[in-house]
């Protein structure tokens, strides 16, 4: 009988979602972005575009990264798309714990 186990260097779900975070935020841009949204709570696409100096479409891309991982929530208000850090996620928690040690 052949037992079958799951080899040690599996990486589990949690772990993948770290590492693409990290990667996420290794972008200055969208290392700026995600600051910005620890500082203000919720920020609207249009500010957050004239706050860095970026086009609305790049900031739009990149939080659309940052949704695929799970780390903004998006809100419609009237015209304008808001995006604020998850709450209650773990992982964002920790990420904006180390960011403040920094």
Same mark, same amino acid.
């Given at each position: 009988?052949?037992? &079958? $186990?799951?080899?040690? *260097?599996?990486?589990?779900?949690?772990?993948?979602?770290?590492? +693409?975070?990290?990667?996420?935020?290794?972008?200055? &841009?969208? +290392?700026?972005?995600?600051?910005?949204?620890?500082?203000?709570?919720?920020?609207? #696409? *249009?500010?957050?575009?004239?706050?860095?100096?970026?086009?609305?479409?790049?900031?739009?891309?990149?939080? *659309?990264?940052?949704?695929? #991982?799970?780390?903004?929530? $998006?809100?419609?208000?009237?015209?304008?798309?808001? +995006?604020?850090?998850?709450?209650?996620?773990?992982?964002?928690?920790?990420?904006? &714990?180390?960011?403040?040690?920094?």
């Amino acid at each position: 009988m052949k037992l &079958t $186990r799951k080899p040690k *260097s599996d990486i589990s779900t949690s772990e993948e979602r770290l590492m +693409y975070s990290m990667q996420l935020l290794g972008d200055k &841009t969208r +290392y700026k972005l995600f600051k910005l949204l620890m500082l203000n709570n919720k920020m609207c #696409v *249009s500010d957050i575009a004239a706050e860095l100096d970026i086009s609305v479409s790049a900031v739009s891309q990149h939080f *659309s990264k940052f949704e695929m #991982v799970g780390l903004v929530d $998006r809100q419609r208000m009237g015209q304008k798309i808001c +995006y604020m850090l998850k709450p209650g996620d773990q992982l964002t928690e920790k990420l904006v &714990t180390i960011i403040n040690k920094i």
